[in-house]
């Protein structure tokens, strides 16, 4: 069974920084993108950065310069470094990766950014 295991969230003021990580486990096969997606009360899943199994990289225009996404495929991880956080980047931070033509997620980690 896949399963995706988020850690590193937090309550952190304006202009500091966290440190996401995500494992996944549950497949014999290699998984392929991996990504964080986020979620601001009220709403919608937003896609916050991804990146491809050979290491080519997307971020939303509101995280670019300050997000880096990177991943370690031999031990299925993905990280996220955030710095210089907003309180706009407040939300629940999600962790996904493709398998097989499936997208898996896991449950979230609660990320605060007081002003």
């Known amino acids: 069974q896949v399963q995706l295991v988020e850690s590193g969230g937090g309550l952190v003021q304006a202009g500091g920084s966290l440190r996401l990580s995500c494992a996944a486990s549950?497949?014999?096969?290699?998984?392929?993108?991996m990504g964080w997606y986020r979620q601001a009360p009220g709403k919608q899943r937003e896609l916050v950065a991804t990146?491809?199994?050979?290491?080519?990289?997307n971020y939303a225009d509101s995280v670019k310069g300050r997000f880096t996404i990177s991943r370690d495929s031999a031990k299925n991880t993905v990280s996220l470094q955030m710095n210089s956080l907003k309180p706009e980047d407040t939300g629940v931070y999600y962790c996904?990766?493709?398998?097989?033509?499936?997208?898996?997620w896991g449950r979230g980690t609660q990320v605060t950014v007081s002003s």
């Open positions: 996904s990766a493709q398998l097989l033509g499936r997208t898996y």
């Open positions: 549950g497949s014999s096969f290699s998984f392929g993108a």
């Open positions: 990146i491809t199994r050979v290491g080519a990289t």
